[in-house]
């Protein structure tokens, strides 16, 4: 009796011990691979430093690599005169030369693109960013500071100059340098916990 409770219960392990096996087997053939970390560009131009510090709120929180947009050209150091030249640039629609660049913009899913608004849209500089580079496919996330004009067409015109790009809806738009609510804004985008 004892010999055949005995055959019993190594039969039993043996059966119980492959079919385990087998489940874990075919449970790790259905794994899902996990899914890639999309791949995040911030880009911005900044005058007076307001972008740049969002930029660099926005790199602090999320990573990425990070390019600040540089063109030849220069504006006065006095407010009025440079901003009467912007006027002037914006209204010529001038695209200044860029003089950074980045190696390889295929390898980003996600760029976030900062710029001030001014006189109601993005800067030239931004302007001869999205020229030059081939953003089709992919998100593109605007985030826009201003001295008290708000977004106006700064988005708008953004989406116009991205060819077969997605401009997100769910831009960020600051005051200044003031970065109050990106953790929330980065949250409502799925990039942050």
Known sequence: MNKILLFGTVIFSILAFSGYKAFAQLREENKQPAAAAPKILIAYYSYSGNTKEVAEAIHEKIGGDIFEIKTEGSYPEAYRPMTQQAKKEIQD??????????????????VF?????????????????????NLSGKTVIP???H?????????TDMTAQCKGCRVSDNGWVGYGSRTMGISGWLKDLGLIK
């Open 93 to 110: 629609g001038y695209r200044p030369k860029l003089t950074t660049s980045v190696a390889d913009i295929s390898q980003y899913d996600i």
């Open 113 to 133: 693109l900062g710029s001030p608004n001014w006189w109601g849209t993005i800067t030239p500089q931004v302007s001869s960013f999205l020229a030059a580079y």
């Open 143 to 145: 985030f826009v500071t």
């Open 147 to 155: 001295g008290g004009g708000g977004v106006q067409n700064t988005v």
